[in-house]
């Protein structure tokens, strides 16, 4: 059975930092790019940050420089470390390979 399980939303004030978890279990997960993907209520889905088998990552324009993607292939894990959050962060967050998807974390940013 593919799961993949998200964890470490909360909320926060402006400015504040998050780190998002991702554990997967039952897919090679090693021979996959990952991704992390965010969607606040009445907007499209968006493409956050990707991280392929090798590391190499990419993000979108309104987070770089401020999150991190990472990846533990032996432990089955990717994390989003989220600094300077600001209220347009505020969304449910999830990772996927783009064929199976978490059930999501949410992110609140307010003060």
């Known amino acids: 059975q593919v799961r993949l399980v998200e964890s470490g939303g909360g909320s926060v004030q402006p400015g504040g930092s998050l780190r998002l978890s991702c554990i997967a279990s039952g897919i090679r997960y090693g021979a996959n790019t990952m991704a992390w993907y965010r969607q606040d209520p009445g907007k499209e889905r968006e493409l956050v940050a990707s991280?392929?088998?090798?590391?190499?990552?990419m993000y979108s324009d309104s987070v770089k420089d401020r999150f991190t993607i990472s990846r533990d292939t032996a432990e089955s894990t990717i994390w989003l470390e989220m600094n300077n959050l600001k209220p347009e962060d505020t969304a449910m967050y999830y990772c996927t390979n783009w064929i199976y998807w978490g059930q999501g974390t949410q992110v609140t940013v307010s003060s």
């Open positions: 991280i392929t088998r090798s590391g190499e990552s």
